[in-house]
């Protein structure tokens, strides 16, 4: 369950009982992973819509993705584990 509140995203899973708030940046990647995309797509993307360095970009969605993935809220796909959904 998602709701947005502004450029920002408060997503509930009821059955664990979680609440996680999403800030712009991660709110973008929670919409550009309605479809799967490896890491590189999601980086591209992002370039695009923010004005950011591609190391910076790499660095801190590597970081949000991983938080994610700990979560369990995004996992990896794809024969090389390399995509992300």
């Not at 509140?5 to 712009?24: T, Y």
């Not at 970081?63 to 090389?80: P, R």
Request: charged share 25%; proline share 2%; glycine share 10%.
């Amino acid at each position: 369950m998602e709701a947005g509140v502004g450029d920002e995203l408060v997503a509930l899973d009821p059955q664990a009982g979680n609440c996680f708030g999403f800030n712009s940046v991660a709110t973008s990647v929670w919409r550009i992973l309605e479809e799967p995309k490896t890491f590189d797509q999601l980086c591209d993307e992002l370039l695009g819509e923010y004005e950011v360095n591609s190391e910076q970009c790499a660095s801190e969605l590597s970081e949000l993705l991983e938080d994610l993935l700990s979560k369990g809220l995004v996992e990896k796909t794809g024969a090389k584990g390399n995509n992300l959904d």
